[in-house]
């Protein structure tokens, strides 16, 4: 008998502690579901277990594995539930994050959103086991297309290659002005940057350490081990961790010339003066005539010489010793812009667009339409609307408007034989104007008037930027790494062949794009690209350049100096 109580007391107690063992668990339970329900509310990420991404991957099999890189092994897999192929990243155990330090960070990398940036779908956090799934990006890497280009393919074209500077320059931007706090990727580099059919860049394994608070010029000390591949790593980072958004404009830099030359960021199998891509190129830099010998020979001489000199010039801005000399990405972003649109021969196939940070910039512009854009807007070519954004619609719009009334006035100017550029205006002497003409009321634009320039000044967010039809012009004030100047520059050229002897004489003088010793600084920095060959000018130009104080929105020059002024405080 007395057994019973015996075997009842420890069995009473063992149910007593396993119902409180249930209760917790459901609690557990019951929470984690809220937790989740919680998260998925902000993200769609989607979280998986451990054994459905083995499903997913074969059980992690040797076939499925794509690579191995600096956190793990990548897997391709196939989701059973849905059907969609990804990227199973299975981070190495050594050094993992506690479970909450994981999601915290995985939840913050689900928040990114960019079609230049690989898609995050989910994370798998169980036990010990840490794994990121990602869309998987099926064209390869970008150091494989440009190293081992598949040979039923043809090598990448010029614009291929503008195109995908300027998609990894979106991504970039994205991650450094869109995303706050601003995600420094701290890794970018050929083989990080993956294109797919269309061969779209997706920039991949970023943000997997984010940074806190402060951007731009403020350094900003690591406790996390460094990181960085030799070749790519910004000088100032490899020598003492010191990480800013400027290093990754090297590391950019240092894509965009491998864009250029197919070479290797590091190569050792080359001669030891040209193993380092930028240490190779720095000389050249310097000498516009060289360039030419730059190029990857696949392209067979089949780009334009000003789409060369200001990609290189671009790419030597990037690269600079000085990180404070460096440009901001978006500047980057906005100049590949233009040349992802030019064809071999130079002529962009598309109006340019830029893509306005400050929506105000394209109220701005409206405000001004009825007088600068004729009442019956040309249609938007095919061109047109494939480059439009959903969200850049209205800047876009207004910016075909004016671009098509522009075409209009230029074709009456031909008409009327005034081939004389509109006011004769060298475009570096714009502060003169702007200060000439600051309390000028504005004037509607006289649209008998031939030689009437169409210009446009509008603030850009922090920026300025000068469009007339075509040309990019964009002033750089920066120290070069040998304190000498770099040249090039950029204009779609596409009516330049109408354009006068004497003009075309006259903008030899503004061959390059030249980088003054003047600051350091970004609020002084810009970039000018500037005509750089005998092709002339047919005084269209877009420029770059930051302003610290006024915002100014609105200038309309007209032949007599005089212009429509519009300043906003
Ligand atoms: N989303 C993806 N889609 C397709 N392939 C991918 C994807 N993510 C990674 N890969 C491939 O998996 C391999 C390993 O990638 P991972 O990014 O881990 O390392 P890595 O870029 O080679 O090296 P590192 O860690 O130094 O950047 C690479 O070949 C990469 O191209």
Not at 437 to 455: F, H
Not at 530 to 559: M, T, Y
Request: hydrophobic residues 25%; charged residues 30%.
């Amino acid at each position: 008998m007395h057994c019973f109580p015996c075997f009842s007391t420890p069995r009473n107690k063992k149910s007593s502690s396993s119902d409180e063992a249930n209760n917790n668990e459901v609690k557990l339970h019951e929470r984690r579901q809220s937790d989740e329900a919680e998260q998925s509310e902000e993200t769609t990420l989607k979280i998986f277990s451990f054994r459905e991404l083995a499903t997913a991957t074969k059980n992690f099999r040797q076939e499925c594995l794509l690579g191995e890189g600096g956190f793990g092994r990548v897997y391709k897999g196939t989701l059973k539930s849905t059907g969609q192929v990804v990227a199973v990243k299975q981070l190495d155990k050594h050094g993992l994050h506690g479970n909450k330090e994981f999601q915290t960070e995985v939840l913050s990398l689900g928040q990114l959103d960019h079609p230049n940036l690989v898609k995050l779908v989910g994370y798998c956090a169980d036990g010990d086991q840490r794994l990121l799934v990602y869309d998987y990006i099926s064209g390869g890497t970008l150091e494989d297309n440009l190293q081992e280009p598949k040979p039923d393919r043809e090598p990448m074209d010029w614009t291929m290659r503008m195109q995908i500077a300027y998609g990894a320059a979106q991504g970039l931007e994205y991650l450094h002005d869109k995303v706050d706090p601003p995600v420094i990727y701290r890794d970018l580099k050929a083989s990080n940057i993956l294109l797919d059919n269309d061969l779209c860049p997706k920039l991949c394994d970023f943000g997997l350490h984010k940074l806190g608070p402060g951007t731009g010029d403020k350094m900003m000390a690591l406790s996390s081990r460094v990181m960085g591949t030799y070749g790519y790593s910004a000088p100032e980072y490899t020598r003492g961790g010191t990480l800013t958004t400027k290093s990754d404009v090297y590391s950019f830099g240092v894509v965009l010339l491998e864009l250029i030359t197919s070479r290797k960021a590091l190569d050792t199998t080359k001669p030891n003066d040209e193993q380092n891509l930028v240490s190779w190129a720095q000389p050249i830099f310097r000498d516009p005539k060289r360039y030419p010998d730059m190029v990857d020979p696949l392209l067979k001489k089949k780009f334009s010489e000003r789409g060369l000199n200001q990609a290189v010039a671009i790419a030597s801005m990037c690269v600079q010793e000085e990180p404070t000399a460096r440009p901001l990405i978006s500047d980057v972003m906005v100049a590949l812009s233009f040349l992802s649109m030019s064809t071999e021969d130079g002529i962009p196939t598309a109006v340019p667009m830029l893509s306005f940070k400050d929506k105000s910039m394209s109220i701005a512009l409206s405000r001004h339409d009825s007088n600068l854009v004729s009442p019956t807007p040309e249609v938007a070519t095919e061109d047109d609307k494939s480059s439009t954004s959903s969200d850049e619609d209205s800047s876009v719009d207004n910016e075909k408007e004016m671009v098509s009334n522009k075409k209009k006035k230029k074709k009456l100017e031909e008409e009327d034989s005034l081939t004389e550029s509109d006011d004769g205006s060298d475009s570096n002497s714009d502060d003169e104007h702007e200060n000439d003409q600051e309390s000028q009321p504005p004037k509607p634009v006289d649209e008998k008037n031939q030689a009437q320039s169409l210009k446009i000044k509008y603030r850009y967010s922090w920026e300025d930027v000068d469009i007339n039809e075509g040309r990019l012009s964009s002033k750089s004030s920066q120290k070069s790494n040998d304190g000498g100047s770099i040249s090039s520059g950029y204009e779609s050229n596409k009516d330049h062949d109408d354009l006068p002897k004497e003009k075309e004489e006259k903008e030899e003088d503004h061959t390059h794009l030249e980088h003054m010793q003047s600051s350091k600084t970004d609020d002084s920095q810009s970039i000018y690209f500037d005509d750089d060959d005998d092709s002339g000018d047919d005084n269209e130009e877009v420029s770059l350049h930051r302003v610290k104080s006024e915002v100014e929105v609105g200038s309309f020059e007209d032949d007599s100096g005089d212009s429509l002024h519009h300043t906003e405080s």
